[in-house]
């Protein structure tokens, strides 16, 4: 049960600043408590119900396409674990999928996940393991050619040690980018999340080795308490010869 409690104001006049405590309901922990009233007083949580966003994740990818503009009309871009399907919904609008810019090249948006995920208007979405043998090559059938965009918003499931989860993370995010380098066209880009933890520098040295340029950045819709972070890798110059596949 939710409760509405003013938290500005004295006079009881004007508008005063209203936030959502929420009781502990009997059989509920205090950490879900206590996530429920974060999500409740979210206000990315709240804009993306007003704007029909399937998740506040929506807003991480729309700053960072704000920021380095690699979602442009035409791009061919594939969706890591793209369950619930915001980043998609934001792809597809900003490559012009649904070709609704007139004059614009028209663009592709591919998503997988493990699971399956409701359909996104203007976006493929199927069912793979992009880990699986021969996943580059269904994607790049399902594309009918190189990605211009790799991106990845995956999160392996929690342990509750911040230790172990920063391991499964930048591991995951490494098949993401030996991924990526299997798929993308000269010059495209790889977007991932990471938890910053210290194991992400040897990832940082081989995206570096593989791109022109490398950014390490927190956009403003990742909650300030975690420790996420975002790569964003630009101009890709294909595989080092020598490094293995």
Known sequence: MAKIAGTGGTSGRGQR???VRVKTAKGRKLSSTLWLERQLNDPYVQRAKKEGYRGRAAYKILELDDKYRFL???ARVVDLGCAPG???QVAVARVNALGEKSGKRVGTVL???LQVVDPVAGAQIHQLDF???GAEAQVKVWLGGPA???MSDMAAAASGHPGTDHLRI???CDAAADFAFDVLVEGGTFVAKVLAGGAELELQTRLKQNFAKVANVKPPASRAD?????VVATGFRDRKEGESA
Do not use: Q, R
Request: hydrophobic fraction near 45%; glycine fraction near 12%.
């Open 170 to 172: 930048i591991a995951l």
């Open 86 to 88: 915001g980043w998609c």
């Open 148 to 150: 211009d965009v790799v």
């Open 72 to 74: 442009v009309p035409g």
């Open 226 to 230: 975690s420790s996420e972070k975002f």
């Open 17 to 19: 600043d209203l936030k």
């Open 111 to 113: 998503g997988v996940d």
């Open 131 to 133: 880990l699986a043998e």
